[in-house]
């Protein structure tokens, strides 16, 4: 199936009425690319281990529309057009906004594409690597006999975070090798791909209880669960915000869990610890990453993940580093 794309040069004060336009003649589904800083609210909702690295935002947004070429013909909407005259379409809006507004350059630029493109291209910049004596292996390669003793975690890069190739997903990999036994129930918060949960797992824990506000996610965990041979039973996922959520507070339980993850950005990390140390059993483990930190070793993220956890009533046990990132160890007394 080929699809064609649709590039247009805009400002950012002028993406919602371009998007809006544009969807009465068919284009659906913008993708928007720009330099706008993520707001408080937009970073409370990011649960994820590879974090954004911000740019001065420079006012300029690119618009991206998918429109899918069927025999010659493009499908927009309920209609079949061709190509130049939905660029005529598009032009001709544009020029109607130019009219009264500043829309940028209102640039269009048109390339082809096929479904192949997106879905194997990718996979060249993905291949098996290890972290320690872990392999993580892709679904279109194989593990070799010379990986005999390595933990095999089959892994493929997804919609949810989470392959292990991060600092901040490694860093937390360690501190789980160090503390998970084999009655260790845990609560992974931000589970993403559920890559945590299950190499906690196969270290030897009991069970484990992943969270994530994306609702990618939970697809996610399922398919890489099958793919690691682990039992439904063993790792449950919900969906949902555990911050603001009492049901879900409710449902994990008071002091459930042995052990609690959480590789999320700092700010989020402030807001989560007052709840998470509820679900925690006396001397329960928080390890905490997802924390920047200056070269000179300073850092206000780590200071203010410190102290939510001393005012939540837990004592840091240890800080460990991979690169700029950092990692929260943390006991509950």
Same mark, same amino acid.
């Not at 829309?103 to 690597?129: C, L, M, P």
């Not at 990390?269 to 059993?281: A, C, E, Q, S, Y």
């Not at 102290?307 to 700029?324: D, F, L, N, Y």
């Given at each position: ?5 649709? *590039?247009?040069?805009?400002?950012? #004060? ?11 003649? #068919? ?16 970073? *409370? ?96 390669? *194989?593990?070799?006999? *010379? ?33 998970? $036994?084999?009655?260790? @129930? ?10 945590? @949960? ?57 002091? @459930? ?15 989560? $610890? ?13 390890? $905490? ?7 000179? #070793? ?20 240890? $800080? ?14």
């Amino acid at each position: 199936m080929k699809w064609i794309k649709f *590039e247009i040069k805009t400002i950012t #004060g002028a993406e919602d009425i371009i998007i809006s336009s544009l969807y009465d003649i #068919g284009l659906e589904g913008a993708q928007i690319e720009d330099k706008v800083p993520l707001t408080a609210k937009e970073k *409370e909702q990011m649960f994820v281990d590879i974090l954004p690295e911000y740019q001065q935002d420079d006012g300029i947004a690119t618009l991206i529309f998918y429109v899918e070429e069927q025999d010659g013909r493009l499908i927009a909407g309920e209609e079949e057009t061709d190509i130049p005259a939905l660029v005529a379409k598009i032009k001709a809006e544009l020029a109607s906004l130019k009219s009264y507004m500043d829309i940028g350059e209102g640039s269009v630029a048109v390339s082809e594409t096929e479904d192949r493109d997106w879905i194997n291209n990718w996979k060249q910049y993905f291949h098996r690597f290890t972290i320690d004596d872990v392999l993580v292996v892709p679904s279109w390669e *194989e593990a070799e006999a *010379e990986d005999a003793g390595k933990i095999i975690l089959h892994m493929d890069p997804g919609t949810a975070f989470g392959t292990g190739m991060h600092e901040t997903t490694q860093l937390c990999i360690r501190q789980l090798r160090k503390f998970v $036994t084999k009655d260790t @129930s845990l609560l992974d918060v931000g589970c993403g791909s559920g890559i945590l @949960s299950i190499l906690a797992l196969r270290f030897g824990a009991a069970r484990a209880v992943g969270t994530d506000i994306d609702p990618g996610a939970e697809e996610a965990v399922k398919e890489n669960s099958r793919n690691n041979a682990i039992l439904p039973e063993q790792f449950k996922m919900i969906q949902g915000n555990i911050i603001t959520d009492e049901n879900i507070q409710k449902i994990l339980g008071h002091e @459930s869990f042995d052990l609690a993850v959480a590789n999320i950005l700092a700010d989020v990390l402030v807001l989560l $610890t007052p709840v998470i140390v509820r679900h925690l059993k006396k001397g329960g483990i928080y390890i $905490t990453s997802g924390i920047i930190g200056n070269a000179d #070793g300073t850092s206000p993220a780590r200071d203010a993940v410190v102290k939510a956890v001393v005012e939540a009533g837990m004592t840091v046990m240890e $800080t460990t580093r991979q690169g700029e990132w950092l990692s929260i160890t943390a006991k509950k007394d």
